[in-house]
């Protein structure tokens, strides 16, 4: 199977961390593992990689833990591959078991994003023995629909047709460029910062085809590719009881907490938050130290520190 | 913008194919597939030869239509550009081309799917094709 776009190495000021790669369900992953003591996987989605959560390790790391940062196969510094069909939801559960189960990850605390969510979840879900903890931000588990926004042809159907795909978010690029830019709060500090990273580690068309695989892959109707997985995501969610916490953007207009983080405390009563910061869909971005301060008073909550 | 016009026998000789676009899956909605069906009588060509147009730029393109066991035909599509054997593709010319493809598909396509939000989608990601529809 062919593969675009094989970055192997990026330096950074805000990226100072050994790259480590692992042979994980026959893919070349990439993550970075920093600190010690109880792991926090941070997970990211489209069309993001674990740059997304560079404000997020030395707080967590310096609070003493252990912080997993995996790039989804297909972003960031992990493999590419150049065919759809290599992408399945279930596949990149898969990926993120065949890495966390390799480094024997116990007692993990899964912070799940956008499609970091259904396979981090997925993995949660199915590995319940090594996860302590939930941290769910802008990010959805359940079937049908997932937003009014993703039933709609201008521009999110439309951006992901057929041919059209590959023409936009392919040859130019558009999620990983303009798409981002649209779903932060403080888009010249985004523009400034961040923007040509996220540009730059897709720097192919060949390299974005996950860009526009993943948008594929949200169920719209009941015979959508990806339907059992999020019926049985949503069952077996609302059975867990993992400590969870509920962080979302308050100006999130896609995955708005009004809808999603309510959605997810119907299934999860005993959730702590939302906590609301700043932030649309990348909130991250906006409010990364913010965040990764709750991520540790959450842990210290349910370690039995105190605040 | 010129339209796209299918043709039916382009001359080939001193040509080369270059793969400009390439969608592995053509039925994710399910009317798209039908579109180039019917456009160059599928059901009856099959695999027997490629569809072809002429876009604005005068360049023809190849239509390659690709079969996968299982599923519907064509389960995907590979677009070729044909410029003179040994000339080097404009790159400006052949994404201006790509878009007058897209538009003249989606009208095709219809429905729910229409030209002004393709062009509507390509001005929220700035492509200057769209800009200028």
Same mark, same amino acid.
């Given at each position: 199977?062919?593969?675009?776009?094989?970055?192997?190495?990026?330096?950074?000021?805000?990226?100072?961390?050994? %790259?480590?790669?692992?042979?994980?369900? &026959?893919?070349?992953?990439?993550?970075?593992?920093?600190?010690?003591?109880?792991?926090?996987?941070?997970?990211?989605?489209?069309?993001?990689?674990?740059?997304?959560?560079?404000?997020?390790?030395?707080?967590?790391?310096?609070?003493?833990?252990?912080?997993?940062?995996?790039?989804?196969?297909?972003?960031?510094?992990?493999?590419?591959?150049?065919?759809?069909?290599?992408?399945?939801?279930?596949?990149?559960?898969?990926?993120?078991?065949?890495?966390?189960?390799?480094?024997?990850?116990?007692?993990?605390?899964?912070?799940?994003?956008?499609?970091?969510?259904?396979?981090?979840?997925?993995?949660?879900?199915?590995?319940?023995?090594?996860?302590?903890?939930?941290?769910?931000?802008?990010?959805?588990?359940?079937?049908?629909?997932?937003?009014?926004?993703?039933?709609?042809?201008?521009?999110?159907?439309?951006?992901?047709?057929?041919?059209?795909?590959?023409?936009?978010?392919?040859?130019?690029?558009?999620?990983?460029?303009?798409?981002?830019?649209?779903?932060?709060?403080?888009?010249?500090?985004?523009?400034?910062?961040?923007?040509?990273?996220?540009?730059?580690?897709?720097?192919?068309? &060949?390299?974005?085809?996950?860009?526009?695989?993943? %948008?594929?892959?949200?169920?719209?109707?009941?015979?959508?590719?990806?339907?059992?997985?999020?019926?049985?995501?949503?069952?077996?969610?609302?059975?867990?009881?993992?400590?969870?916490?509920?962080?979302?953007?308050?100006?999130?207009?896609?995955?708005?907490?009004?809808?999603?983080?309510?959605?997810?405390?119907?299934?999860?009563?005993?959730?702590?938050? %939302?906590?609301?910061?700043?932030?649309?869909?990348?909130?991250?971005?906006?409010?990364?130290?913010?965040?990764?301060?709750?991520?540790?008073?959450?842990?210290?909550?349910?370690?039995?520190?105190?605040? | 913008?010129?339209?796209?016009?299918?043709?039916?026998?382009?001359?080939?000789?001193?040509?080369?194919?270059? @793969?400009? /676009?390439?969608?592995?899956?053509?039925?994710?909605?399910?009317?798209?597939?039908?579109?180039?069906?019917?456009?160059?009588?599928?059901?009856?060509?099959?695999?027997?030869?490629?569809?072809?147009?002429?876009?604005?730029?005068?360049?023809?393109?190849?239509?390659?239509?690709?079969?996968?066991?299982?599923?519907?035909?064509?389960?995907?599509?590979?677009?070729?550009? @044909?410029?003179?054997? @040994?000339?080097?593709?404009?790159?400006?010319?052949?994404?201006?081309? /790509?878009?007058? @493809?897209?538009?003249?598909?989606?009208?095709?396509?219809?429905?729910?799917?229409?030209?002004?939000?393709?062009?509507?989608?390509?001005?929220?990601?700035? /492509?200057?094709?769209?800009?200028?529809?």
């Amino acid at each position: 199977m062919g593969t675009s776009g094989s970055v192997q190495c990026f330096t950074h000021e805000q990226w100072p961390y050994e %790259p480590k790669f692992e042979r994980v369900n &026959g893919w070349r992953m990439h993550y970075i593992d920093e600190g010690a003591g109880d792991p926090v996987v941070l997970l990211h989605g489209n069309p993001a990689w674990g740059f997304l959560y560079r404000k997020f390790i030395k707080p967590l790391t310096a609070a003493g833990r252990r912080v997993i940062v995996p790039d989804m196969i297909g972003f960031g510094l992990s493999e590419k591959p150049v065919r759809e069909q290599a992408h399945t939801l279930d596949g990149h559960i898969a990926n993120l078991t065949g890495l966390l189960r390799q480094l024997d990850v116990r007692n993990a605390t899964m912070v799940c994003h956008d499609w970091g969510g259904p396979t981090g979840l997925g993995f949660a879900l199915s590995n319940p023995d090594r996860v302590r903890a939930l941290v769910i931000m802008s990010t959805w588990a359940w079937p049908l629909p997932p937003a009014e926004f993703h039933k709609r042809i201008f521009p999110w159907r439309m951006m992901h047709a057929p041919l059209v795909g590959p023409y936009l978010l392919g040859r130019h690029n558009a999620l990983a460029g303009r798409g981002m830019y649209l779903s932060v709060v403080d888009r010249k500090k985004f523009k400034a910062e961040a923007q040509s990273v996220y540009e730059g580690i897709l720097p192919d068309p &060949g390299s974005r085809l996950l860009t526009w695989t993943w %948008p594929r892959w949200i169920p719209l109707d009941g015979g959508a590719r990806g339907l059992a997985r999020f019926e049985w995501l949503e069952r077996e969610l609302r059975k867990s009881k993992f400590p969870t916490l509920l962080v979302w953007g308050r100006e999130d207009e896609v995955f708005d907490y009004r809808t999603f983080a309510t959605r997810f405390k119907e299934l999860l009563p005993h959730a702590e938050g %939302p906590e609301l910061v700043t932030g649309r869909h990348f909130l991250q971005e906006d409010s990364g130290e913010e965040i990764a301060t709750k991520i540790n008073r959450f842990l210290d909550r349910i370690g039995g520190k105190q605040p | 913008m010129t339209a796209i016009h299918v043709i039916e026998n382009p001359t080939l000789e001193n040509k080369r194919r270059v @793969l400009v /676009l390439a969608e592995d899956r053509v039925g994710h909605y399910p009317e798209f597939r039908e579109f180039f069906v019917k456009q160059f009588a599928l059901a009856a060509n099959g695999l027997s030869r490629p569809g072809y147009v002429q876009a604005p730029s005068g360049m023809v393109y190849a239509l390659v239509f690709i079969g996968r066991s299982g599923e519907p035909f064509p389960d995907g599509i590979e677009v070729y550009a @044909l410029p003179d054997a @040994l000339e080097p593709l404009n790159g400006a010319e052949v994404d201006a081309d /790509l878009w007058a @493809l897209l538009s003249w598909m989606i009208a095709g396509v219809g429905g729910e799917w229409r030209a002004e939000d393709l062009d509507a989608t390509g001005r929220l990601y700035q /492509l200057s094709m769209a800009a200028s529809a």
